[in-house]
């Protein structure tokens, strides 16, 4: 096969998706690297129709590979994720949006295209995250306690464009990152961005049957097939702080291989985006799911299709070290 990578300067020299780009290499596939951020790009001739079997993109939010990704789109190319999935997951205000509509357990999402407008939050929703709505990697996360805090934090979040505010979810300091790849879930445990501990290192952790549950109907939802979701486990139960597609499946065992056949299996479909079939979930603990979740997408009905190894790739790829997203 021939693909077609985008990679953000970002994401030079990491190991998402480097080590991927080299497992394809390895296994005798083709493909070829554009850095959209680092190039001159000629948008009339930047797609050649037919030459790559699937595009996939590993870019920052807000970046221009996403433009390019849907040039590709739009000239009938496959890519990984689908075009329009990505852009409902990388506007945080969008993705609130479908999310809560979908029967998502989204907090209650606010957007301003100016700072000063948040001061129109009512004072009992205090305290607030607010964040850029094209915001990756904990970037500009912000505790806001009070209206007079808001106040001291206008002029640091003046240029970050749309901005997103939610009402604060308590919770214990740290959340679970959620990695979807090949039909598989995989849970970690990590410090979350608004309570920064050093001593809190990233660990796997089992995955609740619950939280599955909410996870695939992530993927169901906004049509992703590698995807990760950041969750919180408040109070009132676990709630979905974060969408993002191709992640960086740090602790995933394996993550490179996993990930690479999911491509190719991706790419040999025509992409996805459709709500996918039903696979088992062994690796869930036997926890009871919340009857309002069984109603709206049982558990087995939202994991994409295990990925089929084939025949000529390796069974057993040593693992790969994440990217920090």
């Not at 030079?12 to 991927?20: A, F, I, S």
């Not at 030459?51 to 990984?80: N, R």
């Not at 809560?100 to 407008?117: C, D, I, K, M, Q």
């Not at 929703?125 to 806001?144: C, N, Q």
Request: glycine letters at 10%; aromatic letters at 4%; one cysteine or more.
């Amino acid at each position: 096969m021939r693909l077609c990578f985008l990679v953000e300067e970002h994401y030079r020299h990491d190991g998402m998706p480097n080590e991927v780009i080299r497992q394809l290499t390895a296994w005798g596939h083709r493909v070829d690297v554009v850095r959209p951020g680092g190039s001159l790009l000629r948008m009339t001739e930047a797609v050649d129709a037919g030459a790559h079997d699937a595009w996939v993109l590993k870019t920052v939010s807000g970046g221009p590979g996403l433009t390019l990704l849907e040039a590709a789109a739009s000239a009938g190319m496959t890519t990984v994720n689908d075009a329009r999935s990505i852009r409902g997951v990388r506007d945080k205000a969008l993705a609130a949006a479908i999310g809560r509509g979908r029967g998502l357990p989204l907090p209650p999402t606010y957007a301003v295209a100016s700072p000063e407008l948040l001061r129109e939050i009512p004072s009992a929703e205090y305290p607030l995250v607010v964040k850029p709505a094209d915001g990756s990697s904990g970037r500009a996360v912000h505790l806001v306690h009070s209206p007079e805090r808001l106040e001291a934090l206008l002029p640091v979040l003046a240029g970050e464009g749309l901005l997103i505010a939610q009402p604060y979810v308590p919770n214990s300091g740290t959340d679970i990152k959620v990695y979807a790849v090949g039909g598989e879930l995989f849970a970690t445990e990590r410090c979350s961005p608004l309570h920064p501990d050093p001593a809190v290192r990233e660990r796997r952790v089992p995955l609740s049957a619950e939280v599955a549950a909410i996870a695939a109907q992530v993927g169901a939802v906004y049509g992703l097939d590698l995807y990760g979701v950041d969750v919180l486990l408040g109070p009132d139960g676990p709630v979905v702080v974060d969408v993002n597609d191709f992640p960086s499946f740090r602790q995933v065992p394996d993550a490179a291989a996993r990930v690479a056949r999911a491509v190719l299996e991706l790419a040999r479909a025509g992409g996805s985006g459709q709500p996918p079939a039903p696979v088992a979930l062994p690796y869930a603990l036997p926890l009871p799911i919340p009857a309002q979740a069984q109603a709206q997408l049982p558990v087995q009905a939202q994991l994409p299709v295990q990925a089929q190894v084939p025949a000529q790739l390796p069974t057993q790829v040593s693992a790969v070290g994440g990217d920090g997203a």
